[in-house]
């Protein structure tokens, strides 16, 4: 009787490709860390309606159920983001930041086309020097972004207050556009990851 070999992409292998940064303390990720992740899925959200169901389903898909333990789970980790109105002042370990960052560079790749759409608008909206909102599907994604970023981000944070208006909000959208496409080409994941923890390392 044949034995089937056990599948390479395990929830070890691939939380292990992404390094342990050395970090100055024990107690998890540094607060820059997990705000950064926060808000890359934020921009996923932004960019997919379905991006919250969708990172429950990778989640499966890569078997990171022990991780990341279903719809609360995933809100407990987000949660960490200290900007949050709901913040949960519990630390964020490296294998959950890991979790999360492998799923917003897996959703981010199936994302590559749209977000190279909106970043190539934006030039040409840009160079045009006309509004943002000539380009609909742009302007759709950023007043998805700023309507999310207000209703799940803390007004009374000195942090939070700096993006009160719209513009602010524009900006660090697309910042995160551009964080995003950074995110699929080679080796991204691991991009991504060295540059959640630049400055931090000890």
Excluded at 53 to 75: C, D, F
Excluded at 102 to 121: D, F, K, S
Aim: proline content about 4%.
């Amino acid at each position: 009787m044949q034995t089937q070999s056990p599948p390479t992409d395990t929830p070890a292998f691939i939380l292990d490709s992404l390094p342990d940064p050395n970090l100055a303390g024990n107690d998890g990720c540094p607060r820059r860390t997990r705000m950064q992740i926060d808000l890359i899925l934020l921009a996923i959200e932004a960019l997919d309606l379905g991006g919250s169901e969708a990172m429950l389903s990778v989640a499966q898909e890569l078997g990171l159920q022990s991780v990341i333990k279903g719809r609360v789970g995933l809100w407990l980790l987000r949660s960490t983001n200290p900007l949050r109105r709901f913040n949960r002042r519990r630390p964020l370990s490296l294998n959950e930041a890991k979790a999360l960052t492998v799923i917003a560079c897996h959703l981010t790749r199936r994302l590559t086309v749209l977000t190279r759409q909106l970043l190539l608008g934006y030039q040409q909206v840009t160079e045009k020097q006309l509004s943002l909102d000539h380009h609909f599907r742009l302007a759709d994604y950023l007043s998805r972004f700023r309507a999310h970023f207000r209703a799940r981000m803390n007004p009374k944070r000195a942090a939070v207050v700096a993006y009160s208006s719209d513009e602010k909000l524009d900006e660090l959208a697309l910042s995160l556009l551009r964080q995003l496409l950074f995110c699929t080409g080679t080796n991204g994941t691991q991009r991504l990851w060295a540059s959640l923890f630049d400055g931090e390392v000890a």
